[in-house]
């Protein structure tokens, strides 16, 4: 990799930041609290996500917290629900440190059952609802919970567990009518119920969890990251407080799934710390976006690059002016459609983010500067990266070396006690992630597995995700989960997965380099019902190379990098190419506009 490399994108500097001082002095008052408080976190600081919400349905109990296709939920009637929901998990084993699973769709419900868990001082572990088969049983076994709370909309996922390998009671979660039959039910079983508040959550200390979120590694298989109340309390302080700054009237959009630290964390934290209101979507929907955002009153909305990209994509329509959105929250989006978002859509500030399920800081566009992921105050560093052989670059001293000002490198984030990490369920998978002895003996740093570009004034902005994980369509791809599906097919012989770019998209599309058994043939229906059955739709890969052999390293790692380079570009690629069309008709033969069509959103399945 050539660490020379000019940044493409602009350098931000202490003259940004002048001119950013008098839009920020509406909000310095407000600011200054939250940077006090972001600083003066300790991890036995005495407050939670649930003494948060609690405290804030105490201040303003008739507020609308929750807002779903028309109905309003004020904070005090949530938490009331919330009270009982606790009594409930408490009365089935459920007590500090337990773990509630939480298999749901975007529902107030799903939220409520969450934050239950999370005033009892248990952990609510958010599970993903697209995981099927062993992968959803791979997650549920992590957890170990007490309690799985199971929507009636989650059904289909639920039932593609293997039978009888199932621990822990399972609490059924109405979808409007629907109940989860054969199992009881949350709500019937929280009616009468006491809707007090619970004394155990005005003990609950910073340090402890309050949610696992689950993130595609290197292991094949999704790994539960710890999110502490202290990292939800720094969000609301650094994300929320500094970056979003809403206020008591201010209501936030989001369609993002609740498993999703964006929505999880960064829209409820942002909604809480500034009493506004949460207006949950059920799914992200390009042609009625717009729509609900207009009819959920949004003044505010949280985002990933690629819904940027698809609005962008859309034919212009009225109501995409006819809003009330002032500011948004999200990450990854492009530079290159940054200004034509902003203007298009009038928006008036981008507060653009740096994070991950397991990062322990978070970077945010504090200051309203165009194309950067922003600012953080924490101690961190940016670092050559050996891509070959897929390692940050020591020197001869053993010792890490920094990219100047406009290059790129790895993120790497320092471990302190004011930014610990919290690591995963498993401890190996933790300590995979830790760089010692980075820059001096005995110190640690986060390895992010992220390519940025040092702008300067501690300014970044993301470039690339590294190594056997790429992002798309918003989540991560564990590539050897893929191969591990196509593994499973008789026919194949090896299979090397890897992502790829595709221009005017975002992240990273799956694609596979398949070296089939000798005498077998490639029947492109066929495989693409397997991986659509056995994989969450975002990691089914959309391009298939046919390959003689998979070329090895000398420690017998797949050659990754070459096949990678060359993508899908017909003049580096002789082999034969096959792109997934949709359901119906699986892999077909690669055509030239097919790029285009997935950048169009035309690719569905």
Known sequence: MEQSTRS?????????????????IPDAPGMLVDAVQLLSIRATTRNSVGKVFQDAAAKHPERPFLRFEGTDISYGD?????????AVFASQGVKRGSVVGVLAPNRPSTLLAALAAVKLGAVAGMLNYNQRGEVLEHSLKLLDATVIVVSAAAREAFDSLPAGQLKGTVLGLRDGDAKLEGFPDLDELAEGQPSADLAVTADLRAKDKAFYIFTSGTTGLPKASTMSNMRWLKSMAGLGGLGVRLDGDDVLYSCLPLYHNNALTVSLSSVLGSGATLAIGRSFSVSRFWDEVVQSEATSFCYIGELCRYLLNQDPKPIERHHRVRVVVGNGLRPEIWEEF??????????????????????????????????????????????ENEEPRRGADGKLRKVKKGGKGLLITKITSRAPFDGYTD???????????????????????????????????????????????????????????????????????????????????????IQLHDGASFDGKKF??????????????????????????????????ELRNAGYDPEQVTDPLYVLADAERGYIEFYEDYPADVAGGKIRF
């Open 342 to 387: 902003q203007e298009r859509f009038g928006i008036e500030r981008i507060a653009e983010f740096y994070g991950a399920s397991e990062c322990n800081l978070a970077f945010v566009n504090a200051l309203n500067v165009d194309r950067t992921a922003g600012i953080c105050p924490l101690p961190f560093s940016i670092v050559e990266y050996d891509e």
């Open 427 to 513: 401890p190996k998978a933790t300590e995979k992630k830790v760089l010692r002895d980075a820059f001096k003996d005995g110190d640690a740093y986060f390895n992010t597995g992220d390519l940025v570009y040092n702008q300067g004034f501690r300014h970044i902005a993301f470039a690339d995700r590294l190594g056997d994980t790429f992002r798309w369509k918003g989540e991560n791809v564990a590539t050897t989960e893929v191969e591990g599906a196509l593994g499973s097919l008789p026919e194949v012989d090896q299979a090397v997965v890897y992502g790829v770019a595709v221009p005017g998209a975002d992240g990273k599309a799956g694609m596979a380099a």
């Open 78 to 86: 949530a938490n009331a629900l919330v009270n009982q929901y606790a």
């Open 528 to 561: 693409a019902d397997h991986l659509i059955d056995t994989l969450p739709s975002y990691a089914v890969p959309l391009f298939v190379r046919l390959i003689e052999e998979v070329e090895q390293t000398s420690t017998f790692k797949s050659q990754k990098v």
């Open 8 to 24: 493409p994108i602009q350098p931000v500097s202490l003259l940004d930041a002048v001119k950013a001082l008098p839009a920020l």
